[in-house]
């Protein structure tokens, strides 16, 4: 599997973003995604999950009413629509599947940072 993340940058606090991250070498729609990220000195930790379908989502309590996950199953590629941006959202940003063993692999992730 390839896992391919883009969309990251350095934004004010406030500022608003669009992850994608584009996946080949598996049948993406059979699979539940997600997205999670790492700050400096942290473990990595879950962000937002959606469904095969794309029809139910959820969230970590520090992004609920914040991001947005969605997926085109079409394009073989997930979104995280990040708004109302946080310094604490500093991280690597990663997607996979969840559970992440269903891959078995990691991309590079992408970089965000948030300035206050």
């Known amino acids: 599997v390839q896992l391919v993340e883009s969309g990251g940058g350095s934004v004010q606090a406030g500022g608003s973003l669009r992850l994608s991250c584009a996946v080949s070498g598996r049948t993406f729609s059979e699979y539940v995604m997600a997205w999670f990220r790492q700050a400096p000195g942290k473990e990595r930790e879950f962000v937002a999950g959606?469904?095969?379908?794309?029809?139910?989502?959820y969230y970590a309590d520090s992004v609920k009413g914040r991001f947005m996950i969605s997926r085109d199953n079409a394009k073989n590629t997930v979104y995280l629509h990040m708004n109302s941006l946080k310094p604490e959202d500093t991280a690597v940003y990663y997607c996979?599947?969840?559970?992440?063993?269903?891959?078995?692999?990691w991309g590079q992730g992408t970089q965000v940072t948030v300035s206050s």
């Open positions: 996979n599947a969840d559970p992440p063993r269903d891959f078995g692999s």
């Open positions: 959606i469904n095969r379908s794309g029809g139910a989502t």
